[in-house]
Every structure is written in C-alpha cells, then in structure tokens.
C-alpha cells in the first residue's frame, strides 16, 4: 500500500512540475494497453524502457506501447506470479521482479526468460523466504534481500547466471530482534539502502544500523 501511495505522489509531483513549465503530460491507462490500474512499482532501466510491476502482470513500455509479461503454468520461464511488486535493475542490467511471495525472477533479455529464484525449505542455503521487500546491489556485485520478517539474505550471481540456471547460494544475515509493541520481539525491517559512499544501511522500527560488510552482520 505505501509504495502505491509513493507512485501516486511521484506522479502527481510529476504532474505539478510539467504544469509549472507549460510542458505536456501524458496520461498512461489500461486504454493504452497497461494490464492493471493498480501499480506498484515503476522502474525505468538504463536501456530508456518504462517498467510497471501491476496487480496483474510485468509491463514494458517503449513508449509506444505496452509488452505484458504473466504467468503461464505450461511455461516454466514465465514471469513467476502476476502481481508484480518491486522492479529492480542492476549493474548488468539485468531486470528484477519481485512477485507476491512468489520469490524473485531476474529477466533475460536475449531469450526473454525468467530465471526464478525461490524459498525451499529442504534448501538451507537459499532464500530464507519468498517475500521480497528490497533489494539493493553493494560496491562488490552483491546482492542484499530483505526477506519480509526474516533475515537479510545475501547472494550473487555468476557472470553465467543465465547460461548454468543454478540457483545462488545465499548467506543470511541475522537482523536483531526488535519490539513491536504488544506483540513478541520480531524481525521488521523498513528497507535496506546504499549511500553516496557505498555503504550499507538497514532500517527497523525505530532503529539504523549500518551494516558491516565485510563481517557480515549487523551491530
């Protein structure tokens, strides 16, 4: 819900600055071809191209029109899920897709694949969850995760990624258990960013640590 209130303010301060200098804005709906009124998240990518994560599928826009990314359960390199909710691109350029806990898939733009990355309990070595909140990429090419009410997951993906298909192996960083309030001490993380500096930063309910990349845990 706050990252739709988020896209809705950006467009509207979007709306307002275009107003102030005469310039044109252009009123993007599901009349133009976006699959679902309900955006969660929007990334443009280093390429020009317009992402929307929606309530019913991945959206790329050139803008022209509109190529729609969802599930097909006889298509194990579809996109995952179809709610769509955080698009992250990386250093590579490659493009992230979080789905409602349905783990993350990372797109492929030569084959136009999904590649999935998932929670699989008989797996320890993998995510330590599927609900995916942040992702953020730090100055040595990893990849850090905040796993909804788990651990920080940390992983990164070979050159090869898409070539070998084997999933990460990711290392979980423990997150000090906070309190919220009337229930027991839990796992709440607000998001994880990095600085001008390249450090890392990690949010809670009242609380900043930074975390330490080289030990790879937190205060």
Same mark, same amino acid.
């Given at each position: 819900m706050q990252r739709i209130v988020c896209c809705c303010l950006l467009a509207a301060l979007v709306f307002c600055a275009f107003a102030q200098t005469g310039n044109r804005?252009?009123?993007?709906? @599901?009349?133009?071809?976006?699959?679902?009124?309900? /955006?969660? =998240?929007?990334?443009?990518?280093?390429?020009?191209?317009?992402?929307?994560? @929606?309530?019913d599928g991945l959206? $790329? +826009?050139? %803008? +022209? $029109?509109?190529? /729609?990314? @969802?599930? !097909?359960? !006889? =298509?194990?390199? &579809?996109? &995952? %899920?179809?709610?769509? @909710?955080?698009?992250?691109? =990386? &250093?590579?350029? $490659?493009?992230?897709?979080?789905?409602?806990?349905?783990g993350v898939d990372i797109y492929d733009k030569i084959t136009g694949r999904f590649h999935h990355i998932l +929670? =699989?309990?008989t797996h320890p070595g993998g995510l330590s969850g599927n609900h995916i909140v942040t992702i953020v990429e730090d100055s040595s %090419? +990893?990849?850090l995760l905040n796993v909804d009410g788990k651990e920080i997951n940390r992983l990164k993906l070979e050159?090869?990624?898409?070539?070998?298909?084997?999933?990460?192996? /990711?290392i979980r960083i423990p997150v000090p258990k906070q309190d919220i309030g009337r229930q027991a001490p839990g796992t709440i993380l607000r998001g994880i960013v990095k600085d001008a500096k390249g450090?890392?930063?990690v949010a809670g309910p009242g609380v900043l640590y930074q975390l330490d990349v080289q030990k790879r845990s937190l205060p």
């Open positions: 804005v252009l009123n993007i709906s @599901t009349a133009d071809g976006l699959s679902q009124g309900v /955006v969660f =998240d929007i990334l443009q990518d280093s390429e020009g191209f317009l992402w929307f994560g @929606t309530k959206n $790329r +826009y050139d %803008g +022209y $029109r509109f190529e /729609v990314f @969802t599930n !097909d359960p !006889d =298509d194990p390199w &579809s996109i &995952s %899920g179809n709610t769509v @909710t955080l698009l992250f691109e =990386d &250093s590579k350029g $490659r493009i992230w897709a979080a789905t409602d806990n349905r +929670y =699989d309990p %090419g +990893y990849f050159d090869a990624f898409f070539e070998k298909q084997q999933p990460p192996q /990711v450090r890392i930063w």
